[in-house]
C-alpha cells in the first residue's frame, strides 16, 4: 500500500509567491519522521527539511516550512517567497518509528515550476 | 552531517555487462541504503547495506541482480549485473548516521544501459 501520497504532479507559482506541495502519509507507528527533498535537475537529492511525530511545533528551515497536522496524516511542505531557482522536483519521504527500521519510503513527487 | 562521494556518475553500458557503483561517506554512518530511480518516478529503496554480512532486499530486488557490498562502516558498492536497457535509471546511495534528521545522499549514477 502507498504510503506517502503527494497528489500534485506539477504545479507553478510566481516568482515570490508563496507555494504549498501536499503530502499525506499512512502509518500506525506512533514515532516516525517526516522529511522533504528537492531534486532539481541535475539528480541529486537535497535535504530541506523534518518533522518528527512527537514535535509539537511545525518545523521551519529559512524560506521552507511544514505545516505538520498529525490527525489528518499531512504534511505540506511551504515555500515562501519562491525563487527562480526553487523549479525541482520535491519529494516527501517518510521514516517509520521501528528501531530496525532506518529506511525512507517516497512518495511520487511533485515538479515546480516557478514562473517569472 | 555526513558527505557522501558517488562515482561513476554517469556511464553508458553495453547490454549484458555489469557495472559496480561505489559510494564513500566521508564519517561514520549506521546504515546505508540503495535506491533506484526510473526516469520520471520516484525513488525506490533496492536494499539496506549491512556491514559484514548480506544485504536486506526489499520485495522484486534480488541479489543476484543487484549484489551490494559494505566491508565497513563508510564503503559500499552497488553491482548492476547482466543488464539490460530496463536497467537504465539514476541509481542512489543513501547514509543515515543516527545523528540529526536528514539523510544524506551521494549524488547519483545515471546509467544508461544501449
Known amino acids: 500500500a502507498q504510503k506517502i501520497t503527494q497528489t500534485q504532479p506539477g504545479m507553478f507559482v510566481q516568482e515570490k509567491e508563496a507555494v504549498t506541495l501536499d503530502c499525506t502519509y499512512d502509518?500506525?507507528?506512533?514515532?516516525?519522521?517526516l522529511f522533504w527533498y528537492k531534486q532539481p535537475s541535475s539528480g541529486e537529492m537535497i535535504f530541506l527539511i523534518y518533522?518528527?511525530?512527537?514535535?509539537?511545533q511545525n518545523a521551519t528551515e529559512g524560506r521552507y516550512s511544514l505545516n505538520f497536522q498529525k490527525a489528518r496524516k499531512s504534511a505540506n511542505l511551504v515555500i515562501s517567497a519562491s525563487q527562480l531557482g526553487d523549479s525541482a522536483m520535491y519529494f516527501c519521504?517518510?521514516?517509520?518509528?521501528?528501531?530496525?527500521?532506518?529506511?525512507?519510503?517516497f512518495g511520487a513527487g511533485t515538479r515546480l515550476t516557478v514562473k517569472p | 552531517s555526513a558527505v557522501i562521494s558517488q562515482k561513476p556518475s554517469r556511464d553508458i553500458c553495453q547490454r549484458g555487462t555489469s557495472l559496480t557503483i561505489q559510494c564513500q561517506v566521508d564519517?561514520?554512518?549506521?546504515?546505508m541504503f540503495w535506491y533506484r530511480q526510473q526516469p520520471g518516478q520516484s525513488l525506490t529503496l533496492i536494499a539496506t547495506?549491512?556491514?559484514?554480512?548480506?544485504?536486506?532486499?526489499e520485495s522484486g530486488f534480488v541479489i543476484d541482480k543487484f549484489p551490494i557490498s559494505r566491508p565497513n562502516l563508510t564503503f559500499s558498492t552497488l553491482t548492476v549485473s547482466n543488464m539490460s536497457p530496463e536497467d537504465s535509471s539514476i541509481y542512489l546511495c543513501?547514509?543515515?548516521?543516527?545523528?540529526?534528521?536528514?539523510?544524506?545522499f551521494g549524488s547519483g549514477t545515471r546509467l544508461t544501459v544501449v
Open positions: 543513501s547514509g543515515f548516521g543516527g545523528l540529526g534528521y536528514g539523510y544524506t
Open positions: 518533522q518528527g511525530s512527537y514535535d509539537e
Open positions: 547495506a549491512n556491514q559484514g554480512s548480506e544485504a536486506t532486499y
Open positions: 564519517s561514520q554512518v549506521t546504515m
Open positions: 502509518t500506525s507507528d506512533q514515532s516516525y519522521g
Open positions: 519521504a517518510m521514516r517509520e518509528g521501528s528501531p530496525n527500521n532506518n529506511d525512507m519510503r
